[in-house]
């Protein structure tokens, strides 16, 4: 009543207004505003160690006998114990297999399979094999695997899988969580990152009951989430909005505060200095990883965000995609934790966002569940990211999402190539260029892309090509005229190579002269192929390597049997002999060493970029010049 009625009292309405010219007056209103912006993060961060704090206190007090496992913690329940057999199905999840089959021969309970594995680039993947449609799910996970990261991720996919499987209840089984066993005193502890995961299981995947050793918390009858759900997502909240009306602050735009990633370190410092007229410091944060990928959190507990902005700098770099997507969340966790009013997340390379859809029954909506756990479980209150793959998944966010192409560098770069020396490789002819693209749903880009470069009756080549199986590509008939032409191929990521490597002897077999390749973001996975398959694109891979003088065996690997080699992706593509040259961004981290031939590679910086576009946020002006429009 007291924070509804001080307004007016205070001038709000006109025959009270002018109790407002009464000298004092707009200094208590301040001070007030001041008092009631602390008192929000206060019953903030009360609520959350509420929760965390009893849940901790359980399941420390079941570890003074022995460690939990599963197998432990299903040593005294039956099957039937978790609802009904025809109305109830269990998945295990890696390493649960043979636990979860032992538990299920004691009775009539039901196992459905669910396929949990990674691709190339190390995001995970989910697949329940069977319907499930409304069944409650029991997910079994026994101690998480060496990554817990991974481990982490692939168990929220599984969540996400269910419900989106039309799940009537599920109901995750496990022994441990990420940062459930922090100690007090610990700068994990005081930012209570273990209330981050939960936030992601019951947020971020919702998920409807956790059984954590001898816990159990159901998201509908726990106590727990009641007060959090009152105190945490109303009072404070309305009271954080009075106090700001009362105070009416000025923005303060020196008040900005970076984080930054560890393997976008580089990157950001760059961004940073680039950013002319925003004046802010370096946050004292630094995310350690240890045992198992576990991440410690070093520096800031004592140091104040309260009212400030956050930009946090983090991208998801090829091989370690899960552990820097759970880095970017503890640094905005952090942010939101120590009071920041902002947090402004830059992430070039958006993970997931290629699993936009369902392929399949029985998947998730990674892109989604990505958007859940930036947005409601860490705190994001925006966000921007580079040329998704499909530029629909900025629905998915709830807050506002910047889309932001660097398609328009990658045009100014061509443009200069018309002025390159006859004897330069990447001299190109405006006569004979033509836009292509390596498959249809690249079209409107090329076509683009084009017409920016040479003009509206730009030339545009199209490949149709077709996948014999998951990981492959074949191409099945080329539209447009290429014969002595120019070809330069547009493509929003490069992961294998393979379906640049299918299009660019296309486009050679239909007359080109040269082809070119342009792409965003260099995913560049490891790709293993078979010798007996590719014994010729092993042949001209070594063959390359030797004539740079490096040593094959440091850049290829071999099977035991010797029958499969890997090579990374990057090595593929500038070995390929037919290949002019191809064009990458910065947004993700590129090893200097797969850069073999240099003149080959052109490398496109985008941290001016990025610096222009978190400037404009920061000042409040308009992003119209670059963000994507279609695709």
Known sequence: ILMWGLPTCLGEEPMFKTISRVPGTGLCRKALGAGGERLSRGIYRVSNRLTTSEVRREYTAGLKNSPYTLSKMLANMQPKDFGPANETTFVAMPNAEKVSDQFL???RGQRTDI??????????????????????VVILVDRSRDNINDSLVETLLAIDAAKRASAKEVVLVCPELPYVGDQPGTPNYELDYFKLVLNLLF????LDELRLGDIVLNRRRSLLFLQDQILSRRVAPFISAWSEHLAAPKTRRDEVLYF??????????????????????????TLQPGKRQRI???????????????????TCNTGRVNDDFLEALLMVYSARQKGAKEILLVMPYMPYNRQERKAKTGEPISAKLVANA????????QVISFDLHAPATQGFFDRPMQHITALHLIINFVRRLFDSPPSDNWCISRELFVAGAPDVGRGKTAQKFGEAIAGPETNVAIIYKYRPKPGEAAVRDVTGNVAGKDVFIIDDMIDSGGTIIAAVEAFIQKGARKVFVATVHGIFSDVSLELAKAREEYQRIAAFLTAQGKHVDEYVSWSEDRKVFTVNALIRLQAHPTLSGLIVTNSLLI??????????????????????????????????????EGS
């Open 296 to 314: 410690n959190c070093v520096g800031l507990p004592y140091e104040n965000l309260a009212g400030k902005t956050a930009v946090v700098f983090q």
């Open 115 to 136: 396929t949990v594995k990674q691709f190339r680039n190390g995001e995970s993947y989910a697949r329940i094999e069977k319907t499930v449609r409304g069944k409650k």
């Open 203 to 206: 947020k971020g995947a919702q």
């Open 591 to 628: 090893p200097e060493k797969n850069i073999v031939d240099p003149d080959k590679v052109k490398m496109i910086a985008i941290d001016d970029l990025i610096a222009m576009v978190c400037g404009r946020i920061i000042s409040n002006q308009s992003l119209r010049d670059y963000q994507f």
């Open 374 to 381: 930036l947005m409601s479980a860490a705190g994001v209150t």
């Open 105 to 107: 021969a004691r009775g």
């Open 260 to 285: 930054m990633g560890n393997h976008f370190r580089q990157n950001a410092r760059d961004v940073i200095a680039a950013m002319k007229g925003v004046k802010g410091k370096l946050a004292g944060l």
